[in-house]
């Protein structure tokens, strides 16, 4: 009942869209009133005309939404429902009521009650979510059984085309969308109204009255035994059979549950392809048109018998269930493998935030080095710099020294050579004695002013050469500092490298990855294109027997078995060691003669 409540519920909101005029979500009480009475009477419940009113006593101001409409239709209608209603008069009602609001047929190649008919195919298999859709893999269903009951090919390529252009919407239908695809004959090119029309009702048939198949047969009588033509439908539960195919004269039904059996039967009483129904009460003999036909016919009554002893619901709702699994099933995977690519595309980012942190780090350090390279080469600059006037000071003293000295020596040169006048003149000048110690006295003065003038030049030798050694080991510091900033630069690259090559690792994962996602998507593509197939190729097998296909004709080879066997290989050696005797004893009769 609850899948049947489902169906209920699509129906009214159709009914309940449609009394909606100014699309604002609400209908007034009044036509609520109307639409309720018109359920109950439809659906066989009592009708209480004060419920609606002691429902929304407190909302009196305004219209009613269908989410507060949908507490007083669960509670007072279809809690009430039991199976004695007519389901397409309850549909009919519904549609009465919102079809020509919402379509215009005069353009479209199907009457009235084949649009009805497609409405309800809608119904039946639109998403269980307000407001109605059918999506895309239910409309390729839909159309697929619509082109076999018309003895039509189903022509992908075109549908393919037409997906396109579905998809450029939101990838699904409306009801009255759903209508005028097939109204307009898009798919059905080359073929007549009236099998258009006929093909519309085996599908409804078959989807909307649980119709799993239907034809004519043979029946064999209880009473008087004998062989009457009857229209056989067959149902989930029974098996009805009329007097033709018009279903206006019921002759019968074969009610079905889990003690029922089906079996062949041998030809008889000049009836071919017999089989019989076996109930508790009664057994039913009915013979088919051919053997094929009697095949499909017993596949087709076993499978509702089992479906009656597990509990499950006819064929066609049962793939509806197994799709909409299989649907939920790939849309989890999907959302799954999504979050996967999620989640690598976060650890893709991660790693290259690390990257660019790392980048950065290391051009801050090259900056750093780059800076404290310039600052040593400007010190060491500036030192050479100072060196250098040092230099040129201490060579300036050093030319001042010499030229001071090489005076001294020219006024010592001057005052030996008066030394000597004096001496010559010693005899003859006494006064001269006096001039003559005053003049060693002075020589005295200026070999000790020489001499603390060459103590002082080797005190500034000392100190230069303590200034040069110092620059040099400053030298030798900056160049040390240098080799360990240089490798440190070269451990950062080697870093940086390592990083690069992790990078591209997850690239490369991440490429897999999408790989992976196409081939799961092609695999669940595959999976749902065979899973629609089904129902063609088992209505293709059924019944049928494989033929045993003949044996190969070619000669076969005999090989021995057991201990005695030899192997292909040592057949080839035992042949190649004969061979050459046979040469051998040939050669040697040959030189005897």
């Known amino acids: 009942m609850g899948l049947l409540r489902d ?84 549909n009919n009602v519904c549609w009465t009521l919102c079809f020509k609001k919402n379509i215009n047929m005069s353009h479209l190649l199907i009457s009235n009650d084949d649009a009805f008919k497609v409405w309800c195919i809608f119904n039946f298999l639109s998403e269980d979510k307000y407001p109605l859709i059918i999506i895309t893999e239910e409309i390729e269903y839909f159309l ?56 519309i009702s085996e599908v409804f048939q078959e989807l909307i009255l649980d119709v799993l198949r239907q034809g004519y047969m043979m029946k064999k009588g209880h009473k008087r035994k004998n062989w009457t033509e009857r229209w056989f439908v067959l149902g989930p539960n029974s098996m009805s059979y009329y007097v033709s195919e018009d279903l206006t004269d019921k002759k019968g039904e074969i009610l079905l549950d889990r003690n029922c059996c089906v079996e ?125 006037t040092d230099l040129e000071r201490e060579k300036m003293v050093r030319q001042q020294m010499e030229e001071q000295v090489a005076q001294k020596s020219s006024e010592l040169e001057q005052y030996l050579q008066r030394v000597r006048e004096l001496e010559d003149m010693y005899h003859r000048l006494e006064d001269a004695l006096e001039d003559e110690r005053q003049a ?33 080991r400053a030298i030798s510091q900056t160049q040390a500092e240098k080799q360990e900033l240089e490798s440190e630069r070269l451990a950062k690259e080697t870093a940086l490298q390592a990083a690069m090559l992790q990078l591209e690792s997850l690239e490369r994962e991440r490429h897999g990855a999408l790989e992976q996602y196409e081939e799961v998507r092609m695999k669940l593509e595959q999976a749902a294109n065979k899973t629609k197939s089904w129902k063609d190729k088992v209505a293709k097998h059924e019944g049928l027997v494989r033929l045993i296909q003949p044996g190969d004709k070619g000669p076969q080879r005999m090989t021995n078995w057991g201990p005695a066997a030899f192997t292909d290989t040592e057949l080839d050696l035992r042949k190649k060691s004969w061979q050459e005797r046979k040469n051998h004893n040939q050669s040697a009769s040959s030189e005897r003669g």
């Open 7 to 90: 169906e209920f519920l699509k129906s009214i909101w159709h009914a309940f869209t449609a009394l909606d005029v100014d699309q604002s979500g609400k209908v007034s009480k009044s036509q609520l009133k109307v639409l309720s009475h018109n359920l109950c009477t439809v659906m066989k419940v009592p009708h209480d005309p004060v419920a609606l009113e002691e429902h929304f006593k407190d909302n009196d101001e305004g219209p009613v939404s269908n989410q507060g409409y949908m507490p007083y239709l669960n509670r007072f209608l279809l809690d009430k429902v039991r199976d004695n209603f007519d389901i397409l008069e309850f």
């Open 144 to 199: 697929r059984k619509l082109m076999e009951a018309m003895g039509g090919i189903w022509n992908q390529e075109r549908f393919d085309d037409y997906k396109l252009t579905l998809n450029r919407k939101q990838q699904c239908l409306s009801a009255w969308e759903l209508i005028e695809l097939v109204g307009m004959g898009h798919f059905s090119k080359g073929m007549n109204r009236q099998t258009l029309s006929m093909g």
């Open 264 to 388: 062949s039967l041998p030809d008889k009483e000049g009836k071919k392809c017999l089989f019989i129904v076996k109930c508790s009460d009664k057994s039913f003999e009915i013979s088919a048109s051919d053997k094929k036909r009697k095949q499909e016919w017993i596949q087709a009554i076993q499978t509702c018998i089992q479906l009656l002893r597990l509990g499950l619901p006819s064929p066609h709702r049962e793939a509806r269930l197994r799709r909409r699994e299989l649907r939920q099933k790939q849309q989890a995977e999907q959302g799954e493998l999504e979050e996967r690519m999620r989640l690598l595309q976060i650890a893709n980012e991660n790693k290259h935030r690390q990257l660019e942190s790392m980048t950065k780090k290391l051009e801050e350090a090259v900056a750093t080095a780059t800076l404290e390279e310039q600052r040593r080469k400007q010190t060491q600059t500036d030192l050479q710099d100072r060196y250098r």
């Open 440 to 472: 060693r006295q002075d020589e005295e003065t200026m070999c000790k002013l020489q001499t603390r003038l060459l103590e002082e030049e080797s005190a500034k030798r000392a100190e230069l050469e303590q200034i040069h050694l110092q620059q040099q």
